[in-house]
């Protein structure tokens, strides 16, 4: 048996496992059918939103907890700055659920915030226009990622701990039998004891039986130009999301100095075969971004520069699944990440090393376990 652990998959989640595992010794080989670090999946369009007060529930702040130190760990060991912790504007009419759900979760976690009443919220961040009603929570622990060298900076880091990385390298398929994995890629054959599945959308490729539980939605991310491109540096502009007259809006603010990436959280279409992501971005597809652009932003023109399209895969819940495969005892799979998953990655590679390892975590993850959707998807930690 020449690995412990194969990975099919180096996205967000197979590069922190990939790094998480050689860290702890174990002999590790990893599989990306593109470059590392590449934008045609989950991972491109430069920054992720990194937030702590989680309005998508409670259960995630250990892990948001977690991840911002291992955060911190990966930007030490690769010299790379990764996470830029320049605050997150949560805005809204504050008797509104989500709202309600960002003061809950800073209370109940005894977060670092600031509630900003209409008055305070205007003064202090006038690039959003406000209605009378809307107030701003301020996540002192929030900020953006920067997607692609994360990615890079993991794998680079697991490599020079002794793992083997394969890239440009599409695994075709495996089988499980009594000696362990048989893993085929490029007309080779790897022989691995366990296996960590994390190919994303492609997760039904992979194992077809979770086809009937993910769909794969188009994402679009659009960049607006500045007219002062000063009010929305990093240390004026902190990343935000917002539910306001219906419209679900986010963002981030310039990195590379002209332009600001607003986006609304609604995805797009589904994709129905991932290897064939259309990337060519339609007006429709767009046209909401303009709007809330034009309706809710002083400052900005409200003709994108650059829009472009990602995938990621969705369950019907909008929270992933981690577990191990029934019927593969050896083979441990991720997926399922709902547009969500990249704040948390280096926690839930760290907890997939720990499931490969020890079969256990520390962490609560029942309700993260894929026999929630199908009997016939049963899992154990
Ligand atoms: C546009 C967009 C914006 C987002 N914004 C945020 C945000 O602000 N904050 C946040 O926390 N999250 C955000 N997310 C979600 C987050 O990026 C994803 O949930 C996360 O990247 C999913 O990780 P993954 O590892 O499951 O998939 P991916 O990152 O897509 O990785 C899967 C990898 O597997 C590879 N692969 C698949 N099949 C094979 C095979 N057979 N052989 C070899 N390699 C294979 C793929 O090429 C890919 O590299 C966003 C997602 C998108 C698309």
Redesign the pocket.
Same mark, same amino acid.
């Given at each position: 048996m020449a690995w412990d652990v194969g990975i099919?998959?180096?996205? #967000?989640?197979?590069s922190m496992a990939a790094w998480q595992l050689a860290q702890r010794g174990t002999s590790v080989i990893g +599989?990306?059918?593109?470059g590392i670090g590449?934008d045609?999946? #989950?991972? &491109?369009?430069e920054?992720?939103? /990194?937030r702590t007060a989680y309005k998508e529930g409670a259960e995630y702040v250990p892990l948001l907890k977690e991840s911002k130190h291992l955060w911190k760990q990966l930007e030490d060991q690769s010299g790379n700055k990764l996470l830029h912790l320049n605050g997150g504007l949560n805005i809204g009419p504050i008797e509104d659920e989500f709202m309600q759900n960002v003061l809950k979760s800073v209370k109940d976690f005894n977060l670092d915030h600031e509630i900003l009443d209409y008055m305070d919220a205007k003064r202090r961040y006038p690039q959003h226009i406000l209605g009378p009603d809307e107030i701003m929570v301020l996540d002192k622990d929030a900020g953006f990622?920067r %997607?692609e060298l994360a990615v890079v900076s993991a794998v680079k880091r697991a490599e020079q701990l002794g793992a083997e990385i394969r890239s440009h390298?599409?695994?075709?398929s495996f089988e499980a039998n009594d000696d362990g994995i048989v893993i085929k890629?490029d007309g080779h054959e790897y022989k691995v004891k366990q296996l960590l599945i994390? *190919? &994303? %959308?492609?997760i039904g490729?992979?194992l077809p039986q979770f086809k009937p539980v993910v769909n794969v939605k188009k994402?679009?991310?659009s960049w607006f130009p500045a007219k002062n491109v000063e009010d929305y540096q990093p240390s004026r502009f902190p990343i935000f999301t917002r539910r306001s007259s219906g419209h679900r809006l986010?963002g981030a603010p310039t990195v590379e100095g002209s332009m600001v990436k607003v986006?609304v959280s609604t995805p797009g279409d589904v994709v129905e075969d991932v290897n064939y992501l259309n990337r060519t971005v339609e007006l429709s597809e767009f046209k909401e971004s303009m709007e809330v652009v034009s309706k809710f932003f002083n400052g900005l023109y409200t003709d994108p520069v650059r829009v472009n399209a990602?995938?990621? #895969?969705y369950t019907d819940d909008g929270h992933s699944m981690i577990g191990r495969v029934p019927g593969y005892p050896n083979v441990v799979v =991720?997926?399922g +990440?709902? &547009?969500? &998953? /990249?704040? =948390? *990655?280096p926690a839930l590679g760290k907890i997939a090393s720990d499931i490969l390892i020890h079969d256990s975590t520390p962490f609560d993850l029942k309700s993260l376990s894929p026999d929630r959707f199908s009997p016939s998807l049963k899992t154990e930690f």
């Open positions: 099919i998959g180096l996205g #967000a989640m197979g +599989f990306e059918q593109f590449h045609r999946s #989950a991972v &491109g369009g920054t992720r939103l /990194f990622l %997607p390298a599409k695994v075709e890629s994390t *190919a &994303g %959308p492609w490729e992979m994402i679009i991310l986010f986006g990602y995938m990621d #895969a =991720m997926g +990440f709902s &547009g969500h &998953g /990249f704040k =948390m *990655a």
